[in-house]
């Protein structure tokens, strides 16, 4: 038995290498490393809810049970509220901490389930929030639950409520409407009942709204009565008890227009978390640069007063490698004599226990079983593992260096070994849990050319710091682009278009097929954005998703040349590689450098509307898929939720429509005015937004400030149109002023 401390709780761990989920070897370890690391977006979103459970203690292949009564073993620290139910009190626990999701885990409960309610003084408070959970029925899919989704957001959109939606990792997909005024239970399932008996009428040939199974079939099932008090509904977040460890997952409303869109795992749930911040929030905070705990399992196995291994804190950073990633292997004097193969990947090392040692020829595989992630410092460990201990045994270093990356997607891996005793090119092949198969590929006739392109390469990516002080003798500073990162693959006559998920996406940007023509015949891997320009010529996210035919691919880096890997040469030495092909393009450009010191670069973003820079170490090698600290990233803008509070109609060839927008936000109960959006909108989205706002007009100002506000003269107040305080929307700016007013705001969406 281990324990770990939380926040100062204790929480006693056993049994962490229990499988849990045998078709994918998931362990118990593994569930508890994913509750302590998803916690910190997790709790807003279950904390002072009632928590039922539902426990897997012998796995997901044999039966669970719903537990809701705290048991008499749990901590006293975790907070209890018992609740009167007909025929007996139950108390539940409150999920409110990190600790109380690990304690969770330590009971193999891979679900929670908590109501719609948040209680206050010990019962049952208002509904902060509704919920419909869409049920696909026999011969319908996720994507028809996305259908109907879109339908719902529309309802909701036309009274100023924003909507969320969740895959909910079993079958179909939830979508949660925050409600800033709470309501009664029995209010929120009526609104409920009645949308969804709306959507049944306007889409009788695929919606159903009745319990009955039997009107199912060939149709998605808007459940509403989730609403109800007495009712719970997975938890954002919360594992599931399916084959693999599918999470309840939110999603953006881009990704519900993708036809295959399919449920995520844990894993794929903590890499959005650390790019994407939590979507389920409507201020979209950033995670910390730490991210998730990736080596909450790693501590959870060793106590740091027991063994030399180094046991950093949660709160150390995790070590970034400025140049080329590591790898280790290390002879391990366990039970049974296996070798530990690490490779360095965002800041910890990805390991697999490879019994028989790496392969020295491409004749033979070999079995490489995947551990938990390590931390870097263990790459130069070497040492005796106290008995008792996890993996008690001696420790020695049997070879370490670089590697090269060639590819890293969840079921492969190929990398070149740069080591004194491991050198070539191995791959690893995942066949089923955490078994891997570990090849030797042979090595290419060194004297002929090599043919071929290298496929799904993942592109590099920037980490979020100041750049303000680098030195531009030693960074180059390009402009940062409002759009999607797309590598393209240009060989024998054909362009292949991959988006930063490794997703084919040739086909929604037809135009670029060109690129095969302006190449003439040369085999090219290109790195870029892809982007829509706006009125005003800056590039507008909104305008890329309303025309990709339109798109232009800005290309920033060049990968492949005939034959040749770039991506081990400097940037200086890619960059001049880059300029050479950019006067081949026709279909796509290669922006210009920022020139000058780094303040310079971010005045001439900001001036030309930019979303802000990217800074690169100019002999800084191309890394595919990782995030170091060789390129940096500077945002000029921030993003706030605000509230439509009036007009200023437009003038000239926008003359009866939208000139500006006048809106505020929420302090101290009241509506403040926060000044004006005049841009971020097409033309149909102008005209969208006149129709949902005339419907909200009325005589007097919403702002609770106005009177006192400069802007509030006769010659200011002349055609304005004032609206009920309903419509939300969200704005990118650049700064709060002194006044408190939004500098340069763009209008995002509503």
């Not at 791959?427 to 050319?449: E, F, V, Y």
Request: aromatic fraction near 8%.
């Amino acid at each position: 038995m281990s324990k770990l401390v939380i926040d100062g709780y204790t929480v006693a761990l056993t049994h962490l290498d229990k499988v849990l989920y045998p078709e994918t070897g998931t362990t118990k370890g593994e569930i508890i490393a994913y509750y302590e690391a998803i916690a910190s977006v997790m709790l807003p979103h279950i904390r002072d809810r009632p928590a039922t459970r539902k426990r897997w203690p012998d796995g997901v292949t044999a039966t669970p049970f719903f537990e809701k009564n705290i048991p008499f073993s749990a901590p006293d620290w975790i907070p209890r509220l018992p609740l009167e139910h007909k025929s007996r009190t139950v108390t539940y626990p409150l999920l409110n901490s990190t600790a109380a999701l690990v304690w969770i885990g330590q009971q193999a409960a891979l679900e929670v389930h908590v109501p719609q309610w948040i209680a206050r003084s010990g019962k049952p408070g208002p509904a902060n929030r509704i919920v419909f959970d869409l049920d696909p029925g026999p011969g319908t899919t996720l994507a028809d639950c996305a259908v109907v989704a879109k339908r719902i957001r529309e309802i909701f959109r036309e009274i100023g409520l924003p909507v969320y939606p969740v895959t909910s990792g079993s079958k179909g997909l939830h979508l949660y409407v925050p409600l800033v005024d709470p309501v009664s239970s029995a209010q929120a399932s009526r609104v409920a009942q009645s949308v969804a008996a709306s959507l049944e009428r306007a889409l009788p040939e695929l919606v159903t709204a009745t319990m009955s199974k039997a009107a199912r079939p060939g149709k998605i099932f808007v459940d509403w009565s989730q609403n109800s008090a007495a009712k719970t509904t997975i938890a954002p977040y919360s594992l599931r008890g399916q084959s693999h460890p599918y999470v309840a997952a939110p999603r953006s409303w881009e990704e519900l227009d993708d036809p295959h869109i399919a449920h995520l795992t844990f894993s794929d749930v903590l890499r959005r978390v650390d790019e994407f911040g939590d979507l389920l929030s409507p201020e979209r905070p950033r995670p910390s640069e730490s991210g998730p705990d990736r080596l909450a399992l790693y501590r959870a196995k060793r106590d740091r007063a027991l063994t030399p291994e180094p046991v950093p804190e949660p709160s150390e950073n995790l070590k970034e490698n400025e140049s080329e990633p590591l790898f280790v292997i290390q002879e391990h004097h366990a039970r049974r004599l296996h070798y530990d193969f690490r490779l360095e990947r965002d800041g910890v090392l990805v390991s697999w226990a490879v019994p028989k040692n790496i392969p020295d020829t491409p004749d033979v595989n070999h079995l490489a079983v995947q551990t938990e992630e390590h931390p870097m410092a263990y790459g130069s460990f070497a040492g005796e593992i106290p008995r008792g201990q996890y993996g008690a045994g001696e420790v020695k270093i049997w070879d370490r260096g670089t590697y090269t990356l060639e590819k890293w997607r969840d079921d492969e891996v190929i990398v070149e070994l740069h080591g004194k005793r491991a050198q070539g090119r191995y791959a690893l092949i995942k066949t089923g849990g955490k078994n891997w198969l570990m090849h030797k590929m042979k090595a290419p006739d060194a004297n002929r050319r090599v043919r071929g392109i290298p496929r799904g390469l993942s592109p590099m990516l920037a980490k979020s710091a100041s750049i303000k002080r680098l030195d531009a003798g030693e960074w180059a500073f390009e402009g940062k682009w409002d759009g999607y990162r797309a590598i393209a693959e240009i060989s024998e006559g054909t362009v292949r278009l991959l988006s930063r998920s490794g997703i084919d996406v040739t086909r929604d940007y037809p135009q670029l097929r060109q690129l095969s023509e302006d190449l003439g015949g040369h085999e090219v891997v290109l790195d870029g954005e892809l982007v829509g320009f706006g009125e005003e010529g800056v590039t507008s996210f909104a305008r890329l998703r309303e025309a990709p035919r339109e798109a232009t691919y800005l290309v920033f880096d060049v990968l492949y040349l005939d034959g040749t890997s770039l991506t081990r040469k400097p940037w200086s030495d890619r960059r001049k590689v880059l300029e050479a092909v950019a006067g081949l393009l026709r279909c796509a450009s290669v922006p210009p450098l920022l020139t000058g010191s780094a303040e310079d670069a971010i005045a001439e973003s900001v001036q030309r509307g930019w979303e802000g820079v990217i800074a690169k170490r100019r002999d800084s090698i191309y890394l595919p898929g990782q995030r170091g600290t060789a390129w940096l990233k500077h945002k000029n803008w921030r993003t706030q939720n605000v509230v439509v509070g009036g007009w200023k109609p437009g003038e000239g060839g926008h003359g009866g429509g939208i000139g500006a927008l006048l809106v505020g936000v929420m302090r101290d109960g009241k509506l403040r005015y926060a000044g004006r959006v005049g841009t971020g909108w097409s033309e149909k989205q102008r005209a969208e937004l006149l129709e949902r706002l005339t419907l909200l007009v009325q005589e007097k100002s919403p702002f609770a400030d106005w009177a006192s506000e400069p802007e509030s003269s006769e010659t200011q107040l002349r055609d304005v149109v004032w609206v009920r305080p309903e419509m939300e929307g969200t704005v990118r700016f650049q700064e709060w002023t002194s006044a408190r007013r939004l500098r340069h705001p763009v209008w995002m969406r509503s």
